[in-house]
Structure formats: C-alpha cells, structure tokens
C-alpha cells in the first residue's frame, strides 16, 4: 500500500482519537460528553483546559449548574462548528 493511500486512515484516526479523549475529559469535569465529543481536535481539547471543572462537589449547586451550562454550550457550539468545516470540505 503506498504512502499517499495510508494518510487518510492515519488522519481518521487520529480524529477519532481526539474526539475520544475530548469527550471523556469534558465527562470527567462534569460536561456533557456527547455535546464535547464533536468539538473533538487542538481546539477543543484547549478550550477544555481553560474551562473550570464543572464537577468540584463543594461548590453550591448553582455556581455548579452555570459552570456545566457555559461549559456544554462551548462544546456544543464547537461540535457544530467543526460539522459545518467537515461539511464544506465535502461538498467543495
């Protein structure tokens, strides 16, 4: 198998393994996984390191609800971003 054909596996797995590794760090800081997993790549994973945890058990409740409320809208609006990028890369 030439080189040229093994980059587009490579590339898909490393995607997939970044949308894994982003989703289950959003999980372990208390955000919704499924919203992060799109948001998977450089960006998101950055964007993961700077959000506060959402999952700290002595903070009130409500600090805590708008903690996971800022964090899962971030990766929500990520995820759709980059569906948006895959999609005009598909269809140009």
Same mark, same amino acid.
């Given at each position: $198998?030439? &080189?040229n054909n093994l980059t587009v596996p490579l590339r898909v797995l490393l995607a997939v393994l970044l949308c894994a590794l982003c989703a289950y760090r959003a999980n372990r800081? %208390?955000?919704n996984w499924l919203l992060w997993v799109g948001a998977g790549? /450089? /960006?998101? +994973? &950055? $964007?993961? /390191?700077?959000l506060p945890d959402a999952s700290i058990s002595n903070l009130p409740e409500d600090r805590r609800r708008r903690r996971r409320s +800022? %964090?899962?809208v971030t990766g929500a609006g990520l995820s759709v971003l980059a569906l948006l990028y895959m999609l005009r890369n598909l269809l140009s």
């Open positions: $198998m030439p &080189i800081k %208390g955000y790549g /450089v /960006v998101g +994973i &950055i $964007m993961l /390191v700077f +800022i %964090g899962n």
